[in-house]
């Protein structure tokens, strides 16, 4: 896996500390991965939960699988 297991930043950029204080680079890739997964989980037959609780914690963890993963993928 990558050195960073969210993947580093998704959107690095060079900002120096003395002109934007406390500054970050944003979001990290993995957010960014899962992010991009959300669009297509809908697409599954999700008629095994009962609520709508349970359909989103499944989107979240199936975003994040997948997001993990690309990230494997990637850093091999």
Request: hydrophobic letters at 40%; a negative charge.
């Amino acid at each position: 896996m990558a050195d960073k297991p969210d993947g580093g930043p998704a959107f690095p950029c060079m900002a120096p500390e003395n002109i934007h204080p406390g500054a970050t680079s944003g979001m990290d890739l993995r957010d960014w991965f899962a992010g991009q997964v959300v669009s297509c989980v809908p697409l599954r037959n999700w008629s095994e939960f009962s609520s709508n609780e349970e359909i989103i914690s499944a989107w979240a963890h199936c975003a994040y699988a997948v997001a993990d993963a690309l990230i494997a993928e990637r850093d091999k």
